[in-house]
Structures are given as C-alpha cells and as structure tokens.
C-alpha cells in the first residue's frame, strides 16, 4: 500500500489549500482514509476522515465549517479543502488508510491507522 500527499505550501490567513492523498495497491471502496496533522512540538492529533462508504467525520472542533473530505475513485484520491486557513493550522498534514479486515470505521487515532504517507507541509503565515 502507498499513500502519496501533495498540495502543501506556504498561504496566507485567510487563504485556501487542496491537499491530495493518492493511493495505491488498494482502492478507496474498501478503506476508511483520515487526515492527521502535526504541529510544531505538539502530538498527531486527527483532522478529518472518509469511511469507504463515504461517511465524514470531523475530529477537531476549530476545523469546522472551515475544512472538507472528500474523494474521487478513478483518480483513487482523497481530498482535503482548507479555507479560511489560519496561523494555527500550521504543520505537517499526512493521510492514512485503515487496514479493513480490522474496521471499516473511522477513528481519529493515529493507533488505528496502519499505512501512511510521508506528509506535506503546511504552513500558514502572512
């Protein structure tokens, strides 16, 4: 299994980003995908997260309204649409799939995921 993001940079408060987490060696109908971002000095801590029948889940109350999952099966991708993105948004974001002969269920615990990407930086900063 491979997970590759992309779409990280540098962006302005206020500003957007579309991160993508391509896939391979396994396709999304069978696997629940989170995004988990890790700030400067801080723990993993779970953002957003798709099961494989399309069900979101949010995981962190300052994302809301702000931040959106999403997928396009024959590109194998999930997205995450970052809006309004601000300074504390900063870090390093990774995509992780979850292995379905455990669960089908998202979870927003690292623990719980068992491939991941190498991750993309983001950083929010005027």
């Known amino acids: 299994l491979q997970l590759v993001e992309s779409g990280g940079g540098l962006v302005q408060p206020g500003g957007s980003l579309r991160l993508s987490c391509e896939v391979s060696g396994f396709t999304l109908d069978y696997y629940a995908i989170g995004w988990f971002r890790q700030a400067p000095g801080k723990e993993r801590e779970g953002v957003l997260c798709i099961t494989n029948s399309g069900d979101n889940l949010e995981y962190l109350d300052s994302v809301k309204g702000r931040f959106t999952i999403s997928r396009d099966f024959a590109k194998n991708t999930v997205f995450l649409q970052m809006n309004s993105l601000r300074s504390e948004d900063t870090g390093i974001y990774y995509c992780?799939?979850?292995?379905?002969?455990?669960?089908?269920?998202?979870?927003?615990?690292?623990?719980?995921?068992?491939?991941w990407g190498q991750g993309t930086q983001v950083t929010v900063s005027s």
């Open positions: 992780a799939a979850r292995d379905p002969r455990y669960s089908f269920a998202c979870s927003g615990l690292e623990g719980d995921f068992d491939s």
